[in-house]
């Protein structure tokens, strides 16, 4: 059933952001740089999470490949996490106290969790986001029950359905997503807000982790849901509901999850960093390559991986879409980038984003100073030396911090330069007082 492990209240994120904003106008939390002794590795050691999502591929691959040990990283544990909340209670804990270093993550979470804003007692621990993992790749469904709409980007007349359903059976209607203020959460928002559905108001916004979401359709607890693969595809083949869209219907080539590590392992330990940064971006020239797909299909479905039948993860791997709808796309534009398009740079102008629409919707406070949260969270610096060293060509190395103005499926503009543009240009947010 849907999960109660992710809920912060809104006062708890407002008051951790904003004790971390005093906190970086008084000189910051911790240093950006590490005076790192010679080129050695300080450790060939870390603890590394994943949730069940074939956008953690790069770190299945890293491992199964041999990509860690290539680069020296011999002692690398991958560990599943049940969720996004075990994902960040065990990166709180770190792995001196038996959780983990880093993980595949959420974009917005290291900032989340950097600020305490979701956090037990709003405790700040300081995070770096390395790499960006992919781009795009997730979907929005919808249950079976709302077939004969063939609900897709246009979601207006599912609003009438959605809103019709709750007035007959008295009941708030269910939209799933995965993680408070994370992706899912945002896209699945940032969908409904364009059709005019308010998300805190029309329907109710659940957390239910990605695993979970096809047995919770399945019992009626929810109508609509975010997540990556290989849910969605699963759903079809269970025959409990269908594709609406994929996320990068409604920002082209969006960024998706990261990988990132506690600061505090990244500031002991920068050449180990980088190894496995190194890695990881091997890892992810390899998913890329379209005569690997298939392979890498097969490494997800692995138990100690996703643990789900290849037909459930192989087409969307490859780029064929099947919506569950008659409608049906191969080697599609929309598939999930690992290298590509500067899939594995992180770029700071997404986290901009990604920050502003956690002010939208009022999971952080609109005096957040974001400039200095990202220059203290977003770590592109590392990225870059890794990249020289592993010989990355010049054209897959971004010459800018930003990806500049970026435009949506509703013609809504995101100029980095000006927030505050963007966010006043948008007609449903429940933006809260610091």
């Not at 906190?23 to 740089?33: D, E, M, R, V």
């Not at 759903?235 to 969006?254: P, R």
């Not at 500031?267 to 690997?292: D, F, G, H, R, V």
């Not at 330069?417 to 947010?429: G, M, Q, R, V």
Request: proline fraction near 5%; glycine fraction near 8%; hydrophobic fraction near 40%.
């Amino acid at each position: 059933m849907p999960s109660n492990t992710n809920k912060v209240s809104r006062r708890s994120v407002l008051k951790g952001a904003t004790a971390l904003g005093a906190a970086s106008a008084a000189g910051g939390l911790w240093p950006l740089t590490a005076s790192a002794q010679g080129t050695g590795l300080e450790t060939k050691a870390a603890k590394l999470g994943f949730i069940a999502l074939t956008d953690a591929a790069p770190l299945f691959v890293a491992d199964e490949k041999g990509f860690f040990k290539k680069h020296g990283m011999t002692e690398v544990e991958v560990l599943k996490q049940s969720s996004w909340g075990a994902t960040r209670d065990n990166l709180v804990l770190g792995s001196k106290s038996n959780g983990i270093d880093g993980a595949h993550i959420l974009t917005p979470m290291p900032y989340l969790i950097t600020t305490g804003a979701v956090t037990a007692n709003n405790v700040q621990v300081p995070m770096n986001i390395l790499a960006r993992l992919n781009l795009g790749g997730q979907c929005i469904s919808v249950a079976s029950e709302y077939k004969d709409l063939k609900v897709g980007l246009d979601n207006r007349e599912f609003r009438k359905a959605l809103l019709a359903k709750r007035v007959k059976t008295g009941k708030a209607v269910n939209a799933a997503m995965t993680f408070p203020g994370g992706t899912h959460d945002m896209w699945l928002r940032y969908w409904m807000a364009a059709g005019g559905v308010d998300p805190n108001r029309d329907i109710n916004t659940i957390v239910v982790p990605p695993p979970q979401m096809v047995a919770n359709m399945k019992v009626g607890s929810m109508d609509t849901f975010c997540v990556c693969e290989p849910w969605n595809l699963q759903l079809i083949h269970q025959k409990i509901g269908y594709t609406a869209l994929t996320t990068s219907e409604l920002w082209m080539n969006h960024p998706e999850k990261a990988f990132a590590m506690r600061a505090d392992y990244v500031q002991a330990n920068p050449n180990s960093t980088k190894a496995l940064l190194k890695a990881i971006m091997e890892a992810q020239m390899y998913c890329e390559e379209a005569k690997n797909r298939a392979e890498v299909a097969e490494i997800c479905a692995r138990r100690r991986w996703i643990s789900a039948p290849l037909e459930d993860i192989v087409d969307r791997m490859k780029g064929d879409f099947d919506y569950g709808t008659g409608r049906t796309e191969s080697n599609s534009k929309y598939q999930m980038r690992y290298w590509k398009d500067h899939a594995s740079y992180p770029f700071q102008s997404h986290d901009l984003w990604f920050l502003t629409e956690n002010i939208r919707w009022g999971y952080l406070p609109p005096n957040l100073d974001t400039k200095a949260l990202i220059a203290k969270v977003n770590r592109e610096d590392l990225w870059r030396a890794a990249a020289k060293e592993l010989g990355v060509a010049a054209k897959d190395i971004p010459g800018s911090t930003s990806r500049g103005v970026e435009k949506f499926f509703d013609g809504k503009v995101f100029d980095p330069a000006n927030p505050k543009k963007y966010l006043d240009s948008l007609e449903i947010k429940n933006i809260k007082s610091a």
